[in-house]
């Protein structure tokens, strides 16, 4: 190829760089504002798949048969900037003969010369990226609407420089609206003080021993707002397995972590109520084979007896088998009322009116313990609970609180409610003599479980306070001391 002047090609070389243009399917294309003339090389046609001559060469059929409706206002833009010698490239959508509208790179020049002002444009086919482009961004665009609705972020750390990087749903999960650039510690800093240390721990190891990590952690946002989140980490090695770079996920589990903790909590109260019912089914019966056996046993001797004073003595000892299988029975059926009084609904209750009537009925035990009984409702008056319930609660807990009353002391019970959010609380606490929970803990609730020797003890009413509070979702939590007090800490719902 010649030269002339050093920089201008000759007349040969410029048709031969016209046919190499018209053979790689790149369209030249040439405008006369002034006259409206419009010329389009051999490639022009070739890159639309026609033969020149095949379609009209115009200004009119370009854009009324060629040019995508929709893209005339960019192309017109594109032709008519003022400058000289500006490049403005703009990408079109021409009809093509075979594989409908394609998508082409218009790039236009404008000259003046002596027969008007023209305008030059090259046309190349740029439809297989065009299209590449879409789908990448249509599967951006899916990826980001997962990662919104799973509320998944992503992350990466550069193992040489440690610096960090955050996908915006990662900064949405961080509640950092303006997105500003973040280093690692101040990433782990988010993180409750607890769970610091196990989440530095987790990429100095991926970092360090290629080690990948999958751990949930609690996780304070810009907000406030404490959430459980999973931080995922894999890392990214060299030809030498070196890390290079730790990739990862980040996501708001907050939810289903806290559903999982409570199905927890429910299973584990359930059995831990289906072996307390198990031992209570044990418990009953033994004690009826017990006292059925004693019977027919008094009964057999009743019989074979024929002296007055044998059979007197005798059928008394049938009679106190016959009350103490009378109480095991009753005991039976305030369990068995436990899951029937349920299914009869709660209603709004004042714990005032509980206590009034369950007061009235302990009248005669209050007085003649001297108990002095104070009762503060105002953090919490009323409750969605089940009367039979409450009621049963607060006599079981006053009569054990003046039942094991100290012998040196006149009982003080302090009776009081309160919320913590959601959550109703009732308290009962005494002066007694108290329980050695070392030694009792496990037992407390425990059917026909006594810890003093106390006649009047059953052994039944704590059990069955149990079972009531935990029937309706609510817990039970005793503190005591020997010879200063008990105080139960009742959370009804």
Known sequence: MSFSDGHKFSGESIAHIARIIDSIHLGIWEYNTDTRQVKWSPGFYTALGYKPGEIECSYNYFFEHL????????????????????????????????????????????????????????????????????KVAEKELKCAEIGRIAKIGSWEIDAATMALRFSKETYNIFELDAQPPITVPEAISFFEPQYRQVLTAAIENAIKYSKPYDIEVLFKTARNNVIWVRCKGVPVLDDYGNCIILRGIFQDIDSIKKKGITLQSSLNLLDDQNKRLQNFAYIVSHNLRSHAGNLKFMVNLFEESHLQDDRTEIFSHIKTISESLSATMGHLDEIVKIQSEISKGRKVIDFETIYNNVESVLHTNIANAGAQINIDFAGCPQIDYIPAYLESIFQNLLTNAIKYKHPDRNPVININTHKIGHEVYLVFEDNGIGIDLKRYGDELFGMYKTFHHNQDAKGIGLFITRNQVEALGGSIQVDSAVNVGTKFTIKLV
Not at 68 to 93: E, M
Not at 105 to 130: C, F, M, R, W
């Open 67 to 134: 040019l995508y409706y929709h893209d005339k206002q960019a192309f017109l833009a594109s032709t008519h900037h003022t400058r000289l010698g500006n490049s403005p490239v703009v990408h079109i959508r021409l009809l093509t003969k075979q594989n409908g509208y394609q998508w082409f790179e218009s790039t236009t020049q404008k000259h003046d010369t002596a027969d008007g002002p023209l305008i030059y444009g090259v046309l190349s086919n740029i439809n297989a990226l065009k299209v590449s482009e879409t």
